[in-house]
């Protein structure tokens, strides 16, 4: 093709396309030299693991057939090497159908379990700080003393707060069951039952989760202008309708991205339900997180095991993040 019908064509010629690469390359090669160091650990920390993840989960690859050789040594201390006959290979979709058929695992005990955490930690997350902002957005005395206090949960390293509250909730020794029985009521066994010990890992998430939502929210609600107040309270509406047609609507976009941003972290909230329930009572409350966990490094480490969990709630949070862009976008919010 010449370059008179590449042009009347409309067709970039290479050489024109290159130097055009060049002289963008040229004008703004300090925006390429700041943002390469954070592509190369980005691509390192991200995108390497999760290609190689994704391959891992159409293997068997175990912990006992990872390596290309089985050595041992002789009587004479050298070293033996023989083909390993036993090498992992690749299974295709074997890992998916045993994991969705419950030949291995308890996928769809653990997808449960994660659904009702999820929801019930995002669900409490946002009503609980929205209560919380709309309060510290008044002016009172002390407001800024009780911000503070608020946020201290959020500095707390979630191992810890999770350590603190399993004790907490201990049959024998916690503070909550010491108050059940003053109060004349019967300890708790909170993690000899699934729903208690759920119950348990949810109020820890809470208390960790809330001054997240809390300062989402009220930088939101700060941003609403107060004029919308002021010509509602002028229209002799109540302090309800106020909230429920001015603060609601002014804190859609941001309440949209924080129940995102929330339920994805939920979602994959391993150290609650890690340290907190253990998976007790017989891991009826593990959720898919913690099940991927333990079949990489708990028992025989089945590892392609673990990428196929890690896969599916990569896929499952895909689908979600659509769905709810959708859902948004047929509401008019741009996201």
């Not at 943002?35 to 989960?57: E, K």
């Not at 003053?182 to 820890?204: C, I, K, Q, S, Y």
């Not at 994805?264 to 997180?289: C, D, H, K, R, S």
């Not at 490094?297 to 673990?306: C, D, P, Q, V, W």
Request: hydrophobic share 50%.
């Amino acid at each position: 093709m010449s370059l008179s019908t590449a042009a009347g064509s409309g067709v970039t010629p290479g050489p024109a396309r290159r130097g055009r690469l060049r002289r963008t390359f040229d004008k703004h090669w300090y925006a390429w030299a700041m943002v390469a160091p954070t592509i190369f650990v980005l691509g390192a920390l991200v995108l390497y693991p999760l290609v190689r993840g994704i391959l891992q989960s159409f293997t068997n690859l175990t912990e006992t057939n990872q390596r290309a050789e089985v050595c041992s040594k002789t009587l004479g201390g050298a070293e033996s090497c023989t083909p390993n006959p036993d090498r992992w290979h690749w299974v295709g979709l074997h890992n998916y159908t045993d994991l969705l058929t419950g030949e291995r695992g308890h996928f769809w005990l653990l997808l449960e379990n994660t659904i009702v955490w999820t929801l019930a930690c995002v669900l409490l997350h946002y009503l609980i700080g929205l209560g919380l902002a709309v309060l510290l957005n008044r002016n009172f005395r002390g407001r800024s003393l009780y911000r503070v206090l608020l946020i201290v949960p959020w500095a707390v390293p979630a191992f810890v707060s999770a350590f603190a509250w399993k004790f907490l909730f201990n049959p024998k020794f916690g503070l909550i069951n010491s108050v059940l029985v003053h109060l004349g009521l019967d300890p708790v066994e909170w993690f000899n039952h699934r729903w208690t010990a759920m119950f348990a890992a949810v109020v820890t998430n809470v208390w960790l989760g809330v001054p997240f939502m809390m300062v989402a929210i009220l930088g939101g609600l700060q941003s609403i202008p107060a004029e919308l107040y002021e010509a509602a309270e002028m229209d002799g509406t109540s302090p309800w309708q106020r909230f429920r047609h001015v603060t609601v609507p002014g804190l859609r976009p941001v309440s949209s991205t924080v129940i995102l941003l929330g339920t994805i972290w939920t979602f994959n909230m391993f150290p609650i339900i890690y340290f907190v329930t253990g998976g007790q009572p017989a891991g009826e409350t593990e959720i898919l997180v913690t099940g991927s966990y333990r079949a990489a490094f708990e028992g025989l480490r089945n590892y392609s095991l673990a990428a196929t969990y890690g896969v599916v709630i990569l896929a499952l949070l895909v689908v979600y993040a659509a769905a709810y862009r959708r859902v948004l976008k047929s509401k008019g919010e741009v996201w």
